[in-house]
């Protein structure tokens, strides 16, 4: 077997089929830029189902390998923005029009990952109206447990006082932030040897949100810089749009317990 067969370079390198009439020399950037993007979120999709997985089996340390991979991915992804912020206005407007609706807003695998992360959206599947094996996929998601819960019911089986109704619940729901549970973190934050491997994992967890917001902003200023205040293809206002899911969260009880600690209200004898 020849390394083209291997990876099947036929069909990647054959997948690219710019639309502008007559050509347009930077459509190809912009359409490799989104796939190569599909491609890391497939991967990031695959390590995150098992990280998920593995935290319900109570396998930690490889939970934690599986997110330190996604970590890097994620920094791949956010760097990655440079390369497209070197399409100017004047040459994007040269083949916009060819992409008619199409937009990544219709992304079912950031939608996966989103989704895997907590960020559950019920009105999202009907994004892919007329499309069921993607909408089979989602709504799949939709109802299993996220990343979050799973390690919620790790805590409980460790003992922790997580709040009964975030360990059985319809899972279809968006996530809401609990009191309680910050009380639980904030025990975990105040004797972090005590805690160790739940503490670390609290950690990767608000790196790997951190990175994602890092993606969203190098992916609103670079919109900005190519579009400006002009409306999406998807249909949206544009930046508008995509500067509102800058204050979405997936852990809030993670960041909520930094503000107790910062107030001084734990961590001290
Ligand atoms: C010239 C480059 C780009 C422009 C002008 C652009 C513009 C936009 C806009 C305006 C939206 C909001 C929905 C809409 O009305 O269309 C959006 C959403 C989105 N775009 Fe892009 N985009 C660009 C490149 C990319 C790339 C390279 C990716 C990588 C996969 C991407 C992924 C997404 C995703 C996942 C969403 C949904 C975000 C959400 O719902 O929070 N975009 N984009």
Not at 90 to 108: D, I, K, P, V
Not at 126 to 141: I, S, T
Not at 228 to 253: I, N, Y
Request: hydrophobic share 40%.
């Amino acid at each position: 077997m020849s390394y083209g067969d291997y990876l099947d370079l036929d069909t990647l390198l054959d997948a690219q089929h710019p639309r502008a009439v007559p050509p347009q020399h930077d459509e190809l950037l912009f359409i490799i830029q989104h796939q190569t993007s599909e491609l890391w979120f497939k991967l990031v999709l695959h390590e995150l189902r098992s990280a998920r997985d593995l935290i319900a089996r109570d396998e930690l340390p490889l939970a934690l390998k599986r997110l330190a991979r996604v970590k890097h991915i994620q920094s791949t992804l956010a760097e990655q923005w440079t390369v497209l912020a070197t399409l100017t206005p004047s040459e994007y407007a040269q083949f916009r029009r060819f992409l008619a609706t199409s937009s990544g807003f219709q992304s079912l695998q950031y939608r996966c990952v989103e989704f895997l992360l907590g960020n559950k959206n019920a009105d999202m599947v009907r994004v892919f109206d007329g499309r069921p094996a993607q909408q089979e996929q989602l709504e799949e998601l939709l109802h299993q447990p996220s990343l979050w819960d799973v390690f919620l019911q790790l805590l409980a089986r460790r003992g922790l006082a997580v709040p009964p109704e975030l360990l059985d619940r319809d899972w279809s729901q968006p996530y809401a932030e609990n009191e309680r549970l910050v009380e639980v973190l904030a025990g975990v934050y105040a004797d972090p040897e005590k805690h160790w491997d739940i503490y670390e994992t609290c950690e990767e967890l608000v790196d790997l949100e951190d990175n994602f917001q890092v993606w969203r902003f190098r992916h609103l200023k670079t919109v900005e810089r190519i579009i400006g205040s002009a409306k999406g293809t998807g249909g949206s206002s544009g930046v508008p749009f995509l500067r509102r899911a800058l204050s979405l969260t997936f852990f809030p009880e993670l960041y909520a317990v930094r503000g107790r600690i910062a107030e001084g209200t734990i961590g001290h004898d």
